[in-house]
């Protein structure tokens, strides 16, 4: 069901950036469907640019969430979960991540994830 591993993402395309597991960048208190997110939406910094006011903050995290969910497994979770957090819990991402995938649905993936409810 995973299918991008932001872990070997940053290891092949930026070997010389250190993950440090502090506040800073993936905190180790995190759970791993909390890890996972924050560390793609990091690598979503580095693939689009810092912070752009025109482009907003959202841009990383589309990217990561792009990523992390696709849609095949988005439509699968949904039609097995009953809500957000379950379906979160499925994909394993953070709620906010999943949300991220949400709002970046294309009108044709839309209406399949409503079919599928």
């Known amino acids: 069901m995973i299918t991008w591993d932001p872990w070997a993402h940053r290891v092949e395309w930026y070997p010389d950036v ?12 995190l759970t791993t469907a909390e890890r996972r997110p924050t560390l793609a939406y990091e ?53 906010p991540m999943l949300r991220a995938r949400l709002r970046r649905l294309s009108e044709e993936e839309r209406a399949l994830l409503d079919l599928a409810r």
Do not use: N
Not at 19 to 28: A, C, F, G, K, R
Not at 66 to 88: K, M, N, V
């Open 43 to 95: 690598l979503g910094v580095l693939e689009l640019g810092p912070f752009d006011q025109d482009r907003g903050d959202g841009a990383a995290a589309g990217w990561a969430s792009w990523l992390l969910i696709p849609f095949d497994d988005l439509l699968a979770a949904a039609q097995r979960s009953t809500g957000l957090h379950e379906a979160a819990a499925t994909l394993r991402v953070d709620v």
């Open 18 to 29: 250190r993950v440090i597991e502090t506040v800073q960048l993936v905190d180790s208190r």
